[in-house]
């Protein structure tokens, strides 16, 4: 099996919670790393190089191979930046796991515009940053792996996360097309929803949960969906403490109309429209 040995694989918010053990576990399996961290945070407020240094040392420390990057995603030249480190340190990139995180939770009625933005600009422009300076590599060499964390908010919300939420779905959303794009050039666009327990999740669930929420049960899904042997592609995994399924998107049987319903038409049939009896996976009806 080669796995993700000897490929070239960029981390973003990699120095520390999940990314840090992505970053160790593909290290470990052989993968060469660019482990990318702005050092601020949870709130995405300030920034420093110690958190990527300190992960850094401890992959070379267990003879892995890794260099540090303190680009913010949320800007192009951060997401190109990432790119960079990656072909100067190791003359190529293969992977992008865009994982970098901040939070700003607050019930939707007190939802500002800020905390809306600064959470878009980090998760879905970061993820549109990072994977768009790494494409072209990609489709040159016809090959490449894209994972993105997205959520089981941005699947099923939750509350006082609309920003997080929405930009959690707006990965998936990006996967999906990457998938149709990339797929004739062999590169593989998927999403990974973890539950683990990190410096984001700290208080949002009880120590007893959180104790059996280690991120290193989500490590070795990433390094699938990043290795030679994957052929998934637009998919999203849920993951955390031992259990991983995947979630995806029905479509009922419905309902078929004819001639133009009136309202009350519509109405009448609502049970078919929505009864999931039958459902099957749903397909781009226009794609
Ligand atoms: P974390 O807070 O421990 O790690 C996030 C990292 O991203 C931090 O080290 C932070 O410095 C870095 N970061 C933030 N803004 C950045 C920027 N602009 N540029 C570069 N790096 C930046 O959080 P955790 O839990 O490890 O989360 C990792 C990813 O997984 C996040 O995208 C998060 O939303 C997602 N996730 C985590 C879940 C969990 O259960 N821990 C649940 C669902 C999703």
């Known amino acids: 099996m080669a796995g993700v040995e000897g490929r070239v694989v960029a981390v973003t918010g990699a120095g520390g919670g999940l990314g840090r053990e992505y970053a160790r576990t593909l290290a470990a399996a052989g993968a060469r790393l660019v482990v990318n961290d702005l050092g601020g945070a949870r709130d995405g407020t300030g920034q420093g190089h110690a958190a990527a240094d300190a992960v850094v040392e401890e992959i070379r420390g267990a003879g892995g191979e890794a260099v540090a990057s303190y680009d913010s995603v949320a800007d192009e030249a951060g997401g190109r930046g990432v790119v960079a480190t990656a072909l100067d340190a190791f003359g190529r990139v293969d992977g992008v796991v865009a994982n970098a995180g901040i939070l700003r939770d607050a019930a939707f009625h007190k939802m500002g515009a800020a905390d809306w933005d600064a959470v878009q600009r980090v998760h879905l422009d970061g993820t549109y940053h990072v994977v768009r300076a790494a494409w072209p590599h990609f489709r040159e060499q016809r090959h490449g792996r894209v994972v993105v964390a997205a959520s089981t908010s941005g699947i099923y919300g939750n509350f006082g996360q609309a920003n997080y939420g929405a930009a959690k779905a707006g990965m998936i959303g990006l996967i999906q097309t990457l998938a149709i794009e990339g797929r004739k050039y062999c590169i593989l666009a998927n999403a990974i929803a973890p539950m683990a327990a990190t410096r984001m999740t700290a208080d949002v669930a009880p120590p007893e949960i959180l104790e059996k929420l280690a991120p290193a049960h989500v490590a070795p899904v990433v390094g699938h969906l990043l290795s030679d042997e994957c052929t998934d592609n637009g ?19 419905g309902a078929t109309f004819v ?3 009136s309202i009350e038409d519509v109405a009448a049939r609502w049970d078919e429209v929505v009864d999931l009896a039958g459902a099957v996976p749903g397909t781009n009806p226009v794609g």
């Open 235 to 253: 998919t999203v995994i849920v993951a955390g403490g031992g259990q991983v399924h995947q979630v995806r998107q029905f479509m009922t049987r």
């Open 259 to 261: 001639e133009v319903p």
